[in-house]
């Protein structure tokens, strides 16, 4: 049996009292499609965030990799640290750079290093502008690439945000509706 990309075990988040989560488990193998559905109030996002490091569960475990050998406890990371190992989220209000380009947006969220110097100094390979365009096709914002990113209406910007995160190349992708 492979080993799961995901493994969430017997996890529980409580905020004052309230318990917004209570041993759940959960797994997500690498290839899969999954949809966490429920009424406002049943912990998709806590869910979300327990993922995502923005909190941290009580109780339980959370691993990520494909492999035991590459496995990494989500609940030891930082935010950051959980993104750059591949995990994206996109949340219920988009947020894209508003001023900028459609496509000035995706630039930005490429996969790669983010110093100052790195921003300063990088420049886009033949490659980085082809998969940018993949992508502009693919949220179906190719023929507005050169919008400012604050003209666009409101679905579009959900789909430039799902784009950016497509431009991290995350090996999972959370989306919270």
């Not at 999954?34 to 806590?46: D, E, F, H, L, W």
């Not at 190992?85 to 001023?99: C, D, M, N, W």
């Not at 100052?116 to 490659?127: G, P």
């Amino acid at each position: 049996m492979p080993h799961p990309l995901l493994a969430v075990e017997d996890v529980s988040k409580t905020y004052d009292g309230f318990k917004a989560i209570t041993n759940l488990t959960f797994y997500l193998y690498e290839g899969e499609l999954r949809t966490v559905i429920g009424p406002n109030g049943a912990g998709k996002s806590t869910f979300f965030d327990l993922i995502t490091g923005r909190a941290k569960p009580d109780k339980g475990k959370i691993d990520f990799g494909s492999s035991a050998a590459s496995s990494h406890d989500l609940t030891a990371l930082n935010e950051y640290e959980i993104n750059r190992l591949g995990i994206g989220r996109k949340f219920q209000t988009p947020s894209v750079y508003t001023e900028h380009t459609v496509w000035d947006n995706l630039v930005l969220s490429l996969k790669g290093p983010r110093g100052v110097f790195a921003s300063l100094l990088h420049r886009l390979t033949s490659t980085d502008r082809d998969h940018i365009d993949e992508i502009l096709k693919t949220v179906r914002l190719d023929t507005k690439r050169h919008w400012k990113a604050g003209l666009l209406a409101h679905g579009e910007k959900q789909w430039l945000e799902i784009g950016m995160l497509l431009a991290q190349d995350p090996k999972v992708l959370l989306v919270d509706e």
